[in-house]
């Protein structure tokens, strides 16, 4: 996984920033341009906005690239999986990516996944989605998830050449605001099941490497 983190710091709060995980959905420019602007150098100004505001606005970023130092995430109770249009997965928790060998990855409460299979920072989105032809309404295909006891955390492993693997309670999210939850699943990452966000298998058949 590529890092590139930067800090910003104000007088009370300070946020970081993780260039590699960013894909500009601009949820902080349109929530506090004064704070937030990437015309300007620094484009972070902490110190623009009260401490409460920025960091309501961070929180908001749906990659997890922004932060703010310091800040226990934790207290999230539900995970959940947002099915974006044409675009990646976006996973808020208590998280954790693990590799296909159960390294971890990446611990953290929020992150954009990839789905359509080109990204070049798998299992990251890195906004290729835009530039493959990527196309998916973002509604639930029929549900593949297993019951069981719910469980604090989520666990995401990367299938090697497949799926993401997730472990513990979780709520997926459609575009038309249909959900449907449990605690274990195979999410595509292939970006070519008939059965999205689901995985049906057909990254056996595909050639997807990842």
Not at 95 to 105: H, I, Q, T, W
Not at 128 to 146: C, M, N, T, W, Y
Not at 196 to 210: A, E, L, M, Q, Y
Request: hydrophobic residues 35%; charged residues 25%; negative net charge.
């Amino acid at each position: 996984m590529k890092s590139s983190t930067h800090t910003y710091p104000g007088a009370d709060i300070t946020v970081t920033y993780d260039v590699a995980r960013c894909i500009h959905a601009a949820e902080c420019v349109r929530g506090l341009p004064a704070v937030f602007d990437p015309k300007r150098k620094p484009w972070v100004e902490p110190d623009q906005a009260p401490a409460d505001a920025v960091a309501a606005v961070v929180l908001r970023c749906p990659s997890g690239a922004l932060h703010i130092q310091d800040l226990d995430e934790t207290g999230a109770t539900e995970a959940t999986v947002a099915v974006e249009p044409d675009g990646p997965l976006y996973i808020r928790g208590r998280l954790e990516v693990l590799s296909a060998a159960g390294e971890a990855v990446l611990t953290d409460t929020r992150v954009a996944l990839c789905r359509c299979g080109a990204s070049k920072n798998k299992p990251f989105c890195d906004n290729s989605h835009r530039q493959s032809g990527f196309s998916d309404a973002g509604v639930i295909g029929e549900p593949k998830l297993k019951e069981g006891e719910a469980s604090p955390a989520l666990r995401i492993k990367l299938a090697e050449n497949g799926p993401l693997l997730i472990e513990g309670s979780v709520r997926i999210e459609g575009t038309d605001g249909e959900s449907v939850a449990g605690v274990k699943c195979a999410l595509c990452r292939c970006g070519e099941s008939r059965n999205k966000p689901f995985c049906d298998g057909t990254h056996r058949s595909n050639g997807f490497v990842g």
